[in-house]
Every structure is written in structure tokens, then in C-alpha cells.
């Protein structure tokens, strides 16, 4: 496609429920990222893809966080057992490869009441 | 471990006015260093991307510098205008194989008609 998509733009859970966020990357982009940005602050980094590979997952929170990219395209991160804490937008990024700049998604702004 | 620093956090000059947004860094060995710019609610937009060996980069209005010895860039806006009213962050990429960028906490500008 044109740019990164990312669905849903917004989503409301309840704590303790499971989610799924959808990354769509640029056509042939080989590279993923997946960040999380909290208000008033940077992104943060959470993993990286190189096609279908996490090459560095080292910012996952803990266990209840997992990302899958299964075919080296669309990207999904899931999150089991939701707390209020993870409420923040979860930015996901493409690149050519990861010496290229990125091209970044609107975000999915994730609530967790 | 990289740490990176944006002063001021918030900035606020009338239009026409040329201006200057900082970006610090603790450790010099970076792959490259990316501004970018950020609209309420919406994801990052690329501004300028800087390899370790360039001194700067410029686009238009924006003309971005980096001095990886003293672990910084800047980020210098021509003639702003009420449209460059956004968030600025910069993100560096450290060496080898790593898709991860360290991003600061941004700087909020604001700029009066």
C-alpha cells in the first residue's frame, strides 16, 4: 500500500481482556517495528521484524505481550490479560530494511478501563 | 545504555521567526540520527534522516546538523509559520544490525500568527 496502516485507530478493552493490534506495512518493506508511546513522552521500542523473524524483541514488556508476522507482511502485536497500564498508542513502522529510515502508521490509541 | 534528550520540551515564537530545537545523545556510536514531526493524534511524519557520516541534512525550510563527538544535532526552522505548530522528536539508531531507535521526548512548538 501507499503507507503503513494500522487497525483499529481506536480500541477500548476492559482490564483483564485479551487484544489484538493490526500492522499493515508498506508493500515490500521487509523490516516491522512496533512501538508504544505514552502521553507527553517518545516512542518507545517494543520488537523488530526482519521478514518473518522477531530479530529483537528486547522491549517487550513481559509475557503478556507477543507480536507474529507470519508471511513478512501484516503484523500483528497481542496483548492477554490487559491492564490499565498498557493504555498508551502503539505505533507500528516499516523500512526497506534497518539502515532506511522508517515510515510510521497513525497508531492505535488503546484504552483499558 | 543510549539516552537521548530534547530541550526545550515546549516552544513558543511568532510566525516568521527562525528557531533552533535541540537533540542530545549519551553515546556517539550511532548509525544515523531522524527527525521527525508529530501532529496531535497522529502518527510521525520523516522530516530528515542523517547517516553517522554527513554533517547535515537540509528539506525546504528545515535544515538539520550533527556533531556525533559531542552527541548532538539541531534542528533549525526558517520563517516558521503557524503550519509547523507540531511535535519535533529525534530518534537515533545505534550500530550494527538493530532496527531499535532511542527516541527523546520531543519538543512541543508552537508558533503564533
Known amino acids: 500500500g501507499a503507507g503503513v496502516s494500522q487497525t483499529p485507530s481506536n480500541k477500548v478493552t476492559e482490564k483483564g481482556k485479551y487484544v489484538e493490534l493490526r500492522c499493515d506495512p508498506i508493500s515490500g518493506h521487509t523490516a516491522l517495528y512496533w512501538y508504544r508511546q505514552s502521553l507527553g513522552q517518545g516512542p518507545e521500542f517494543l520488537i523488530y521484524?526482519?521478514?518473518?523473524?522477531?530479530?529483537?524483541d528486547s522491549g517487550l514488556p513481559n509475557d503478556r505481550f507477543f507480536a507474529v508476522r507470519p508471511e513478512g507482511s501484516v503484523s500483528t502485536l497481542k496483548i492477554q490479560r490487559t491492564e490499565r497500564g498498557d493504555s498508551a498508542v502503539y505505533l507500528c513502522a516499516s523500512s526497506q530494511d534497518s539502515f532506511y529510515g522508517y515510515t510510521f502508521g497513525s497508531g492505535t490509541r488503546l484504552t483499558v478501563v | 545504555k543510549q539516552e537521548v534528550t530534547q530541550i526545550p520540551a515546549a516552544l513558543s515564537v511568532p510566525e516568521g521567526e527562525n528557531l533552533v530545537l535541540n537533540c542530545s545523545f549519551t553515546?556517539?556510536?550511532?548509525?544515523?540520527l531522524q527527525w521527525f514531526r508529530q501532529d496531535p493524534g497522529k502518527g510521525l511524519t520523516s522530516l530528515l534522516l542523517i547517516q553517522s557520516s554527513q554533517r547535515e541534512q537540509t528539506s525546504g525550510r528545515l535544515n538539520a546538523s550533527l556533531d556525533k563527538s559531542s552527541g548532538r544535532s539541531t534542528l533549525y526552522i526558517a520563517a516558521s509559520q503557524p503550519g509547523d505548530s507540531a511535535t519535533y522528536l529525534c530518534?537515533?539508531?545505534?550500530?550494527?544490525?538493530?532496527?531499535?531507535?532511542?527516541f527523546g521526548q520531543g519538543t512541543t512548538l508552537q508558533v503564533k500568527p
Open positions: 521484524f526482519q521478514g518473518t523473524g522477531a530479530a529483537d
Open positions: 530518534a537515533v539508531k545505534g550500530p550494527g544490525n538493530t532496527g531499535k531507535l532511542i
Open positions: 553515546d556517539s556510536a550511532i548509525y544515523n
